[in-house]
């Protein structure tokens, strides 16, 4: 873009702020483009509305549920509705814990994935993979979840739990009876359902990386993978990081997989190889059953922790790629 | 990096550790990225070998039967879903468009389509089921019913930031020479956005479009109570209305082997219908017509 141009487009970016809107609207906008101009800010004003609709609307509905049980609501753990005794502990537990099997299983996975695909893939291999990915991405979470009920819950009932219990079991994560449904489930199908996230942005840091870094690490003797654990790593670390807190966010808040394989029991244990239950997980299952105004608000009000939670983890991970200038997109 | 230059370690000890290390862990990142090929042919291999039994004519014509019923198909479903995507997108793709108009085209760099775009992220990265959360809350507790609208509505939040962004990446890909150009023949502002820079954008955004259908194609749980579920035919926009996500759902949590299979097909079918929308979405961009 050459300066010339920039300064006809940028027109209101480069008046001083008071007289922004005049300049644009009255004397470069003539009479059709002041209407487009008004319609295309109404379209954005909207777009604002809408998240401080969800903001508002979460806070007004769950307002009767944060008076009557305050901050004491998120570390109870006792969950029944019909005696109006709710504790968001248990739900609080299976999100955490659920996502982060996901993330541990996922992320080596991905950036391994992400590497593969921008430093060494035959061209061939490339299309494939890169095929395999997106097609992973765009398979609907019921999808997942109808495959984690009828296959992999069996699976992990019959061949892994056994397995693990058979040489881990001293452990108390992998105690107790595993019916294929538990936190074990749950991670997996959710590590499957954010690789292809992982590897999506790990891949755009990756080809940030700059190319004679790369080449002077090779010339230097380096063998590929010292270039890659020595050079390109350290150099987009701290995008993939950002990447991986994305997904976070992702496993957070992803609903009907969770819902289908974790079991749905609101309670705390120490095996991941038990059920448990999720936050978005009893919103989806009890929203509609929910007999009582406050049984209600108190779902909503978990929504709302749900939903701050995943704002929080968003920004977390926007700074971090605002930190590493280059990568940073926006 | 060439054979010569491995040729060129030569034999010491050290370096034929480093040579091992090297071949281990490219390995293993190969089959980091082998791995993934795994549970997606797990995932279709299952699609087609249990679904695709169970699809036949009735499966597209008929109603879902009631329990113990053998037989019955997911009619309602698939016209209920066509129902509830398009009135989102009917909402959510001119919004879309046009927000990234202002973000892009009238208001570049200002300090307000800085916020509309973080405001667009933040909707993104919003779990589904809140927003099933606000469109029960907007609409189906100031209308006292559970509606096709309500549903609408849910994925029209959920779709128009995918809009948005997506659009705005391809606005970004037409060359600020056009407008120029333009502007100094004296068309104007809107003149230059709606013969020269939307046109010059269409396939892509045509693309970013259907990508955004593909997104919102499956969901499940913004529908769960909002649109709910009907085992009738409904075309009646403010009643609840059957979508295929959500009497997957049903299929797939019930105790019943017949509804299993059902599942499977319907899992099936709307898997094709992703990827063909996703397809398509790659089709438009083929034959790039922005330099």
């Known amino acids: 873009m050459t300066p010339a141009s920039s300064e006809i487009i940028n027109v209101e970016s480069r008046t001083p702020r008071v007289r922004r809107f005049k300049a644009v609207a009255s004397t470069i ?100 993979i890169a095929f395999v990915v997106d097609m992973l991405a765009a398979i609907p979470s019921v999808v997942y979840g109808l495959w984690g009920i009828f296959v992999l819950a069996p699976f992990i009932q019959e061949s892994i739990a056994p397995i693990l219990q058979k040489y881990l079991g001293f452990l108390p994560l992998f105690q107790g009876r595993c019916d294929g449904v538990s936190m074990l489930t749950a991670g997996l199908i959710l590590a499957i359902m954010v690789v292809p996230f992982i590897t999506a942005i790990a891949r755009e840091v990756l080809l940030t990386a700059p190319g004679e870094l790369k080449a002077a690490s090779l010339a230097l003797g380096a063998t590929e993978w010292e270039t890659i654990w020595k050079v390109i790593l350290p150099y987009s670390r701290v995008g993939i990081g950002a990447g991986v807190v994305l997904a976070l966010g992702r496993a957070l808040g992803e609903t009907m997989a969770v819902t289908m394989v974790i079991g749905n029991m609101p309670e705390i244990s120490a095996s991941i190889l038990r059920p448990g239950h999720s936050m978005a997980a009893v919103i989806a299952n009890e929203f509609r059953e929910a007999d009582s105004a406050i049984y209600l608000s108190v779902l909503v009000e978990i929504g709302l922790v749900l939903f701050a939670v995943a704002l929080v983890i968003n920004l977390a991970a926007r700074l971090l790629l605002w930190r590493m200038r280059g990568v940073a997109k926006n | 990096m060439s054979r010569k230059t491995r040729i060129a370690y030569g034999g010491s000890a050290h370096i034929s550790r480093r040579r091992l290390y090297n071949a281990v862990w490219l390995v293993v990142m190969g089959l980091c990225a082998l791995a993934l090929i795994a549970p997606l042919a797990g995932i279709l291999g299952y699609l087609i070998y249990k679904g695709f039994s169970s699809i036949n004519i009735a499966f597209f014509t008929e109603l879902p039967a009631p329990v113990g019923e053998p037989g019955g198909g997911v009619a309602n479903a698939i016209v209920g879903s066509l129902m509830v995507i ?161 009497q997957i759902f049903k299929f797939a949590s019930s105790p019943y082997p017949d509804w299993h299979r059902q599942a499977w097909a319907a899992a099936l079918l709307l898997v094709l219908g992703i990827s063909i929308t996703n397809a398509v979405a790659r089709f438009a961009t083929r034959t790039k017509t922005v330099a």
Request: some cysteine; proline content about 5%.
């Open chain 2, 86 to 246: 398009s009135m989102g997108a009917i909402a959510a793709i001119p919004l879309g468009i046009m927000t990234s108009v202002y973000v892009h085209e009238f208001a570049r760099g200002s300090r307000l389509a800085t916020i509309i775009r973080f405001v667009c992220d933040m909707l993104n990265a919003t779990p589904s089921i809140i927003l099933g959360i606000f469109a029960y809350s907007v609409v189906v507790l100031s209308t006292g019913q559970f509606s096709a609208i309500a549903g609408s509505f849910a994925l029209f939040v959920m779709m128009t930031p995918v809009v948005v962004r997506g659009t705005e990446e391809i606005l970004r890909t037409v060359p600020d020479s056009i407008r120029a150009a333009s502007l100094a023949l004296g068309a104007s502002r809107w003149q230059t956005i709606w013969k020269v820079v939307l046109p010059a954008a269409r396939r892509g955004i045509t693309t970013a479009a259907c990508l955004s259908l593909a997104r919102i194609g499956g969901e499940t749980a913004p529908l769960l109570f909002t649109a709910l579920g009907n085992d009738f035919w409904n075309f009646d926009p403010t009643r609840a209305t059957n979508t295929l996500p959500v």
């Open chain 1, 29 to 128: 906008l003539r009479r059709n483009d002041r209407i487009a101009f008004s319609i295309s800010l109404g379209s954005g004003l909207l777009t604002i509305a809408l998240l401080a609709g969800i903001l508002y609307q979460l806070i007004f509905l769950s307002l009767p549920a944060i008076q009557r049980y305050g901050l004491g609501f998120l570390i109870s753990s006792e969950w029944d509705p019909v005696h109006k005794k709710f504790g968001a502990l248990p739900f609080i537990y299976g999100t955490l814990v659920s996502s982060a099997i996901a993330l541990l299983i996922a992320t080596p996975f991905g950036i391994g994935t992400a590497l593969y695909l921008t430093e060494l893939a035959p061209r061939k291999l490339r299309g494939i």
